[in-house]
T-cell receptor
Framework: DAKTTQPNSMESNEEEPVHLPCNHSTISGTDYIHWYRQLPSQGPEYVIHGLTSNVNNRMASLAIAEDRKSSTLILHRATLRDAAVYYCILKTTDSWGKLQFGAGTQVVVTP | GAVVSQHPSRVICKSGTSVKIECRSLDFQATTMFWYRQFPKQSLMLMATSNEGSKATYEQGVEKDKFLINHASLTLSTLTVTSAHPEDSSFYIC???????????FGSGTRLTVV
């Protein structure tokens, strides 16, 4: 699976939006873009995924660049409970095997 | 959504003893489960892929004789850390692919401390 690059950390004020970038310049046509987050001392949880079009769910929005070489996870109104490490992961559609995690982005939310 | 239950959440054991960690899919069948290890301030590192009814597939550098994986049923995979040493102290997490959709669901993790 292709590699992703994320900033080490980002800080946001409570109730403000958070935009988390992810670069994946070597993405292939069959790669889905997945986002997971891990709260302290817990296992990761699924946030959102997409292929080409922007996606929205109750947790977040995913904006995918037209060339698919980058994407942005958007938390519309950050809360203290959103403080976590956010992982951007590429996963091929024809391989439902292992999920490999990079370093992720530590999101800090200040009241 | 799909739920994976991991037990125990925390365990302390003496050096040289073995510890078993259980991972159960509560409301779905999981033919494949995954085991990860996470050291403080680091990302998750995949250790092995557990396959129901067959041998686990270990990642490079992971000692298969030390980290025994058994996936005897469609809802249970176990990881046994044999002859544990302090350097095995870590956060162990299991995962399974959700039966519907594209996501993976994770257990809540097991904090192992070897003293």
């Amino acid at each position: 699976d292709a590699k992703t690059t994320q900033p080490n950390s980002m800080e946001s004020n409570e109730e403000e939006p958070v935009h988390l970038p992810c670069n994946h310049s070597t993405i292939s046509g069959t790669d889905y873009i997945h986002w997971y987050r891990q709260l302290p001392s817990q296992g990761p949880e699924y946030v959102i995924h997409g292929l080409t079009s922007n996606v929205n769910n109750r947790m977040a929005s995913l904006a995918i660049a037209e060339d698919r070489k980058s994407s942005t996870l958007i938390l519309h109104r950050a809360t203290l409970r959103d403080a976590a490490v956010y992982y951007c992961i590429l996963k091929t559609t024809d391989s439902w095997g292992k999920l490999q995690f990079g370093a992720g982005t530590q999101v800090v939310v200040t009241p | 959504g799909a739920v994976v239950s991991q037990h125990p959440s925390r365990v302390i054991c003496k050096s040289g003893t073995s510890v078993k960690i259980e991972c159960r899919s509560l409301d779905f069948q999981a033919t494949t489960m995954f085991w990860y290890r996470q050291f403080p301030k680091q990302s998750l590192m995949l250790m092995a892929t557990s396959n129901e009814g067959s041998k686990a597939t270990y990642e490079q550098g992971v000692e298969k004789d030390k980290f025994l994986i058994n996936h005897a049923s469609l809802t249970l995979s176990t990881l046994t850390v044999t002859s544990a040493h302090p350097e095995d102290s870590s956060f162990y997490i299991c995962s399974a692919r959700e039966p519907e959709g594209f996501g993976y669901t994770f257990g809540s993790g097991t904090r192992l401390t070897v003293v």
